[in-house]
């Protein structure tokens, strides 16, 4: 048997090595089908990677809550206008809730900064310690600053890498200089590492940070002692972000005394919806290059099939001669199935090679990010050989089932 | 043991639209192993289905055929297959042989369906073309071969399994006299020294003439069945 299906396969590879151009339009519709799967997948891998990270510069499982709209008579606000949230509620909610491991707080505004003769508008920050924690920032030089900063509203300043590009000279040292904020000195004691874009494409490095308590009393202004801009808080596993964003809800609910038939006077986002928008996007991308690639696998399974029914009448009066020295339908059946088999996967083979060779094209020519896995490799090798199976069984079973008179007698 | 073919009463019709075709009607028939036996008669006397059923290439819509003991009739096409196999050779008037396919590897045929190992196949196909006096030309394709080469390749792939029946129809039918004259004294020697049983059909009464019974066919019954006395170990043989 193993001699059979062995030397069936080169008689194979030799019929179809006699009609090489037939044999590679034949392949073509496999060629092109796999290809654009390893090629769309891996760049959708590596899109869906990228989009990834950019969620990560997040920080590591983050909820963020935000204040709620204003109503006043019916007219609602934007988002974040109504200011319900106060310092004492992320402080309350880490008391309350276990499951949060930090909890940190915010509020910004853009505003002039002046270094020397330069002067630039960027978002001034105005935040606890534990956000940089939560947030994940890391410095390039300096260092953050502390509670005893924020609890003496200290004049220092955290810039992000924009910053340092449109204030100071190629080459300067940022920190230990004075820089004005609306004209209120700031010393810089730390430069913050570059996260790039953000998942929605805002530049995350253009922000200063500077104590919470020096924002609201010497920077910012306020009407309400302690309101913020915005909550954070996080939790030590991923899958314990939705538990934290209930009772956070509750929690709020409670302190600001909300009625049932009330609604929520804020909003959370934990980074898992922020991160399933995402991916929602570039899963309807993949999905509709699946489909795609599955229409040409399939025109590809029947430009095999319809050159294999050609064969099998080409050689109808060889198979006629095949049953009458003695072989069996299988013997026939096998020798077309595979004959099949090794089109489809001769195509699949040269398919994974163009569709990697594609891949690699993109990222050099583009620079999109590409990531070839080895499943979608195996997912485009198995499929070809199961187009090869699926569309040579009706020719294979033609001829298997020839009469051998007739098929002797056929010119 | 029995004769090699037993045919008894067989029919075959065959139904063209709304036409039934009586190819065969009753005819009865037994050759003994190590006979050769020439098969004549015009063109739809039934000759070629009677190749055909004896070839186990068809079965008869009535009657008995016995092959060796082994009845025929209402066996599935996959048994048929290795009756044909490993008890008949064929030889065809066109050859018939596969085209761009060297004659050893045609001669091999046989054996890759028996499932042998290709250097077991190998060496009985040579050994078989040597038998027909191919030796040397193991590697020539079809089309680089004479007529009469081409049906020695053909006579070697019948060979090759030892069949205890070989059938050949109008072997010389498209050869010229010399070829003709040739293969004819391979199958006789073939009859004469191996005792392999041969049925020829033929138009031509010299090429039946090398057989040692005549049997006449017409409208799918035999018609005349005599000995023509010429027992091949009777005859002169210059290979």
């Known amino acids: 048997m193993a001699a059979f299906v062995w030397l069936t396969i080169l008689t194979a590879l030799r019929i179809l090595g006699r009609n090489r151009l037939r044999a590679g339009l034949t392949m073509l519709g496999i060629v092109i089908g796999v290809a654009a799967v390893i090629a769309m997948v891996s760049i959708g891998e590596g899109a869906k990677r990228a989009v990834q990270a950019q969620i990560a510069t997040m920080g590591t499982n983050v909820i963020i809550i935000f204040p709620g709209v204003t109503s006043a008579s019916g007219v609602r606000g934007s988002a974040g206008s109504a200011v319900t949230l106060t310092v004492s509620d992320a402080l309350d909610l880490k008391k309350r809730i276990p499951l949060l491991a930090d909890t940190g707080w915010a509020r910004r505004d853009v505003m002039q900064i002046v270094y020397g003769n330069r002067n630039w508008n960027g978002p001034i920050n105005g935040v606890s310690p534990s956000y940089l924690i939560i947030r994940d920032w890391s410095f390039t030089s300096g260092g953050p600053f502390t509670q005893t900063d924020l609890d003496s509203a200290a004049r220092v300043a955290l810039i992000g890498q924009t910053i340092v590009e449109n204030l100071f000279e190629p080459g300067e040292e940022p920190v230990g200089a004075v820089i004005r904020i609306k004209n209120v000195p700031f010393r810089v004691i730390g430069v913050l590492a570059p996260k790039g874009q953000s998942a929605q494409g805002s530049d995350q490095d253009d922000l200063i940070l500077i104590p919470f308590s020096t924002a609201e009393r010497k920077v910012f202004g306020t009407p309400f002692i302690g309101s913020v801009g915005a909550m954070f808080g996080s939790t030590e596993q991923v899958e314990d972000l939705p538990m934290a964003a209930a009772q956070i809800r509750e929690v709020l609910r409670a302190r600001h005394r909300l009625q049932t038939e009330q609604n929520d006077d804020f909003t959370i986002r934990t980074q898992v919806d922020i991160g399933k928008v995402q991916e929602g996007t570039s899963e309807t991308l993949t999905m509709m290059l699946f489909a795609i690639a599955s229409v040409s696998l399939l025109v590809g399974g029947i430009g095999i099939m319809n050159i294999l029914l050609v064969s099998v009448t080409e050689r109808t009066k060889e198979i006629g001669i095949r049953i009458a020295v003695g072989a069996k339908r299988y013997h026939i059946l096998m020798q077309f199935l595979i004959e099949a088999m090794t089109l489809s996967l001769v195509g699949g083979t040269l398919g994974i090679g163009f569709g990697i060779a594609g891949a690699k094209l993109t990222t050099l020519i583009a620079g999109w990010p590409t990531i070839i896995s080895g499943n979608v490799i195996a997912l485009a090798f198995f499929s070809s050989v199961a187009i090869g199976l699926f569309f040579g069984l009706y020719p294979a079973n033609k001829a298997a089932r020839l009469n051998p008179i007739e098929a002797l007698r056929y010119e | ?239």
């Open chain 2, 1 to 239: 043991m029995g004769s090699l073919i037993e045919c008894k009463n067989v029919w075959k019709i065959y139904r063209v639209g709304d036409v039934e075709v009586h190819a065969l009607r009753g005819l009865s028939l037994t050759i003994e192993q190590g006979e050769f036996v020439a098969i004549m008669g015009s063109s739809g006397s039934g000759k070629s289905t009677l190749m055909n059923i004896l070839g186990c290439l068809d079965q008869p819509t009535q009657g008995r055929y016995r092959l060796n003991g082994t009845e025929v009739g209402d066996l599935r096409a996959d048994d048929l297959a290795t009756i044909r196999n490993q008890q008949i050779g064929f030889v065809f008037q066109s050859f018939n042989l596969i085209p761009r396919t060297s004659a050893l590897e045609n001669a091999q045929l046989p054996l890759f369906y028996r499932g042998l190992s290709l250097k077991e196949q190998r060496t009985q196909a040579a050994a078989a073309l040597r038998r027909v006096g191919l030796l040397g030309r193991e590697h020539h394709y079809p089309t680089q071969l004479s007529g009469g080469q081409q049906q020695r390749v053909a006579i070697a792939r019948a060979l090759v399994t030892s069949p205890s029946l070989l059938l050949a129809d109008e072997p010389t039918g498209n050869l010229d006299t010399q070829s003709s004259q040739e293969i004819m004294k391979i199958l006789e020697t073939l009859n004469h020294d191996e005792g392999i049983t041969i049925i020829l059909v033929t138009h031509e009464v010299d090429i039946a003439a090398y057989a040692a019974r005549e049997i006449m066919i017409k409208d799918g019954q035999i018609l005349t069945d005599r000995v023509t006395g010429t027992r091949p170990d009777s005859s002169p043989i210059e290979a």
